[in-house]
T-cell receptor
Framework: GQNIDQPTEMTATEGAIVQINCTYQ??????LFWYQQHAGEAPTFLSY????GLEEKGRFSSFLSRSKGYSYLLLKELQMKDSASYLC?????????????FGKGTKLSVIP | NAGVTQTPKFRVLKTGQSMTLLCAQD?????MYWYRQDPGMGLRLIHY???????AKGEVPDGYNVSRLKKQNFLLGLESAAPSQTSVYFC???????????????FGPGTRLTVL
């Protein structure tokens, strides 16, 4: 099975940097995804990591350490529109490789 | 391209009624998925399909049935709705390329279902 933990809520100031952590314990691992979900909307893809290290995409970066079962999403130069929930999801291996297991999401509030 | 679309957007049912949620994708994706999202629970996989004519159970399949008669459509059925099935239902699809790990799932806008 999969167990994924991330903080429930975070608050950060416009223009600042925020790091959202995700830890996982899985029976198989084939990659970790981050999704953004604005209230009342569908999740949208942000990033994917399967190898250890940092992946950078503009203001967003995602880091993975497979040995520690740990990932984080780093958001720089925060904007008000970044207020959303951020979902960490793990892709399984073998028979579970078709499935994503999602964490409960971290609700980020960006304040002026 | 419309991407992934879901019908209806909102629905209110009484306990014991039945209904079908329709998901359609125009990206020629092989894989399709149905999730439910509840407060404090995150997204949970109900059923999924890895190709036309195939379906498989996810984490929370009880009380639901699915069918994938056409590649572009994935139907989710509730035969006898219960208040515990009040939720937001999301459909997703992915390319399903063999050996490709970055099989990103793309989500529809969701269906908000209330069972009284």
């Amino acid at each position: 099975g999969q167990n994924i933990d991330q903080p429930t809520e975070m608050t950060a100031t416009e223009g600042a940097i925020v790091q959202i952590n995700c830890t996982y314990q899985t029976s198989g691992f084939n990659g970790l995804f981050w999704y953004q979900q604005h209230a009342g909307e569908a999740p949208t893809f942000l990033s994917y990591n399967v190898l250890d290290g940092l992946e950078e995409k503009g203001r967003f970066s995602s880091f993975l350490s497979r040995s520690k079962g740990y990932s984080y999403l780093l958001l720089k130069e925060l904007q008000m529109k970044d207020s959303a929930s951020y979902l960490c999801a793990v892709k399984g291996s073998g028979a579970g490789s078709y499935q994503l297991t999602f964490g409960k999401g971290t609700k980020l509030s960006v304040i002026p | 391209n419309a991407g992934v679309t879901q019908t209806p957007k909102f629905r209110v049912l009484k306990t014991g009624q039945s209904m079908t949620l329709l998901c359609a994708q125009d990206m020629n994706h092989e894989y399709m998925y149905w999730y439910r999202q509840d407060p404090g629970m995150g997204l949970r996989l109900i059923h999924y399909s890895v190709g036309e004519g195939t379906t498989a159970k996810g984490e929370v399949p009880d009380g639901y049935n699915v069918s994938r008669l056409k590649k572009q459509n994935f139907l989710l059925g509730l035969e006898s709705a219960a208040p515990s099935q009040t939720s937001v239902y999301f459909c997703a699809s992915s390319e399903g390329l063999a050996g490709v790990d970055t099989d990103t799932q793309y989500f529809g806008p969701g269906t908000r279902l209330t069972v009284l």
